[in-house]
Nanobody, 117 residues
């Protein structure tokens, strides 16, 4: 079992920045990658970015160049730095951990990000 706890959401004006954090605990040795998804009201949850255990990162086109995913292995924490935020970035952001041994996805409780225009 893996537990994920997110923090760092909030209200920010367009053009501003936020940093989300996701702390993992439990059976973290089996995690192959961690990432972020977001879900806007009335819409499906969408992938935003992920980072593999090898440090490879990938981003959705909608956030490329504005968001940066990183990790602190010593703290078992993944971060999402969000710059140049837009109103369309408003969503609940969920941390995800993918188990590479027993294919399974763990999810955090979500953190609200609201960008005002």
């Amino acid at each position: 079992q893996v537990q994920l706890v997110e923090s760092g959401g909030g209200l920010v004006q367009a053009g501003g920045s936020l940093r989300l954090s996701c702390a993992a605990s439990g059976s973290i040795f089996s995690i192959a990658s961690m990432g972020w998804y977001r879900q806007a009201p009335g819409k499906q949850r969408k992938w935003v970015a992920h980072i593999t255990s090898a440090g490879t990162t990938n981003y959705a086109d909608s956030v490329k160049g504005r968001f940066t995913i990183s990790r602190d292995s010593a703290k078992n924490t993944v971060y999402l730095r969000m710059n140049s935020l837009k109103p369309e970035d408003t969503a609940v952001y969920y941390c995800n951990a993918h188990d590479g041994i027993v294919p399974y996805d763990y999810w955090g409780q979500g953190t609200q990000v609201t960008v005002s225009s």
